[in-house]
């Protein structure tokens, strides 16, 4: 079964940082771009960051440009977002999501349809 | 930016009836455009890519169309899981943008 769990949410003052996790398993995570996506409480889809199969590309919002880091290590199925100078509209529910297309031998990253979500981690900004 | 707008906020139905759902991107985004399903305490499940093909699984009941600016996500009879949010996401450019979701309440 493929299944993405997030983990690393938590509760940080402004000007902190925290690094989310998440861990993929069902399918050869190598083979396809990831994202971030954030909800925060009762509003809507919010895209933060994306990053290629090998690593080697990534797209960020302008939101979190500069404060943000999207990475992966692919021997560990594992996808990670390092989040620094955090603000109280950065709290949100942190979902990871698995791009729909298999992009092995892809030198760009491509946009793309996100075919699973996981549950997602809860970073809360607050003094 | 595209900036994508979902209409209506909340769409109040009858199990059995029809549904529609509408998404317009503020450019063109050819046939770029996803449709999400989000029900409390569950993961979001892809119904729809490229407008109109649906995700592995999605009822027949559930069908997309469209291309450009305007889209619609169809559902032929409600039943009861349906009841849920739905956004659309257009994914022609960077940065991705989704609508602000249409909640489909029990009337």
């Known amino acids: 079964e493929v299944q993405l769990l997030e983990s690393g949410g938590g509760l940080v003052q402004p000007g902190g940082s925290l690094r989310l996790s998440c861990e993929a398993s069902?399918?050869?995570?190598?083979?396809?771009?990831m994202s971030w996506v954030r909800q925060a409480s009762g509003k809507g889809l919010e895209w933060v960051s994306a990053?290629?199969?090998?690593?080697?590309?990534?797209y960020y919002a302008d939101s979190v440009k500069g404060r943000f880091t999207i990475s992966r290590d692919n021997s560990k199925n594992t996808l990670f977002l390092q989040m620094n100078s955090l603000r109280a509209e950065d709290t949100a529910l942190y979902y990871c999501?698995?791009?729909?297309?298999?992009?092995?031998?892809?030198?760009?990253?491509?946009?793309?349809?996100?075919?699973?979500w996981g549950q997602g981690t809860m970073v809360t900004v607050t003094s | 930016e595209v900036v994508v707008t979902q209409s209506p906020a909340t769409l109040s139905v009858s199990p059995g009836e029809r549904a529609t759902l509408s998404c317009r991107a503020s450019?063109?985004?050819?046939?770029?455009l996803a449709w999400y399903q989000q029900k409390p305490g569950q993961a979001l499940r892809l119904l729809i890519y490229?407008?109109?093909t649906r995700a592995t699984g999605i009822p027949a009941r559930f069908s997309g169309s469209g291309s450009g600016t305007e889209f619609t996500l169809t559902i032929s009879s409600l039943q009861s899981e349906d009841f849920a949010v739905y956004y659309c996401?257009?994914?022609?450019?960077?940065?991705?943008?989704f609508g602000g979701g249409t909640k489909v309440e029990i009337k």
């Open positions: 999501t698995k791009s729909r297309r298999d992009s092995s031998g892809w030198t760009q990253l491509s946009t793309d349809a996100f075919d699973i």
């Open positions: 069902g399918f050869t995570f190598s083979s396809y771009a």
């Open positions: 990053i290629s199969g090998s690593g080697s590309n990534t």
């Open positions: 450019q063109s985004v050819s046939t770029n």
């Open positions: 490229t407008a109109s």
């Open positions: 996401q257009q994914y022609n450019n960077w940065p991705l943008t």
